[in-house]
C-alpha cells in the first residue's frame, strides 16, 4: 500500500516537473520572440513582412550546403549567419567569407568563436548589417537559410545584383519561379543550389522577362 502511494506520488512529482520545464521552455521561448521583435536593435528596423527568427542549421543541412558549394572558390554571403556555423564550414573549405547578422547577441558569439579558434578575418568577417539594405554584387557563393514567405523577394533582389557567374544556395526553402540547378538531402535538411546565369536565362524566356 505505501509502496504503491510512494509510486503515485513520485509520477505526480515528474510530471509535475515535466509540465514545469515545458512551461518555463515556453515562457522563455515567448519572452526571446517578443524581446528580439521589438527591442533587439536591427531588427527592429526590419519591416515585419521580412523578419526572419534564428534557427540553426543542423549537422546535415550544413553538410548538404557544402556539398551543394564543391568546386567553387571565391567570396561568399551567409544572408543571416547566426552563430556563424555556415560561415565557420565554408571558411574552412577556402572561401573568404562574410556573415551578415543583425542580432548583437549572435553576431558576438560568432566574432568570439572566429577570435578563439583562430580564423583569419581575412576568411571570415561577421558585420553587423540588414542584408536587405547591403549591395551583395560582389558575392559570387550566397547562401541563405532564411523563411519561405522572404525567397520571392529575396530573389528579385538576388537577380538584380549578383553577378552571372554567382551560385545560390538556398536552404529548406527553395525560390519559387526559379529553375533548380541541384539538390541534395530529404525532409527539413534539403538545400537547394540555383546558378544566376540559368536562372536570368529562364526568366528572360517568360512573357515579360524583367531580367
Ligand atoms: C534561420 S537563421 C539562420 C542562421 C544561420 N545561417 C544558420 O544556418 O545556422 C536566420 C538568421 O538571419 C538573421 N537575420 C534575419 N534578418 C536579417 C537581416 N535583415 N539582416 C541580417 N541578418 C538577418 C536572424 O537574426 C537569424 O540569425
Known amino acids: 500500500m505505501e509502496d504503491s502511494i510512494e509510486m503515485i506520488l513520485q509520477e505526480h512529482s515528474s510530471s ?8 518555463t521552455g515556453a515562457l522563455f521561448t515567448c519572452f526571446y520572440g517578443v524581446w528580439s521583435l521589438f527591442v ?15 534557427l540553426p542549421s543542423s549537422k546535415g543541412q550544413t553538410l548538404n550546403t ?15 549567419s547566426g552563430d556563424g556555423r555556415l560561415v565557420f564550414a565554408a571558411s574552412s573549405a577556402g572561401f573568404k567569407c562574410t556573415g551578415f547578422e543583425i542580432n548583437s547577441i549572435l553576431l ?3 566574432r568570439s568563436k572566429a577570435s578563439w579558434t583562430g580564423v583569419p578575418s581575412s576568411q571570415a ?24 514567405g522572404v525567397m520571392g523577394v ?10 552571372d557567374d554567382a551560385r545560390v544556395i538556398a536552404c529548406r526553402f527553395p525560390f519559387p519561379n526559379w529553375p533548380l540547378q541541384s539538390s541534395v538531402g530529404s525532409g527539413l535538411d534539403e538545400t ?10 529562364h526568366l528572360r524566356q517568360e512573357p515579360n522577362p524583367v531580367y
Open 154 to 163: 529575396l530573389g528579385e533582389k538576388l537577380l538584380k545584383e549578383l553577378p
Open 125 to 148: 568577417t561577421f558585420v553587423n548589417k540588414d542584408f536587405w539594405k547591403t549591395d551583395l554584387s560582389s558575392y559570387n557563393n550566397v547562401i541563405a537559410f532564411l523563411a519561405p
Open 16 to 23: 509535475y516537473t515535466s509540465r514545469l520545464s515545458a512551461c
Open 108 to 110: 558576438a558569439y560568432a
Open 40 to 54: 533587439l536593435p536591427g531588427f527592429r528596423r526590419v519591416p515585419l513582412n521580412l523578419k526572419v527568427p534564428y
Open 192 to 201: 537547394f543550389a540555383y546558378d544566376i546565369s540559368s536562372v536570368r536565362s
Open 66 to 80: 557544402m556539398k551543394l558549394l564543391e568546386g567553387r572558390t571565391g567570396h561568399l554571403a551567409d544572408l543571416g
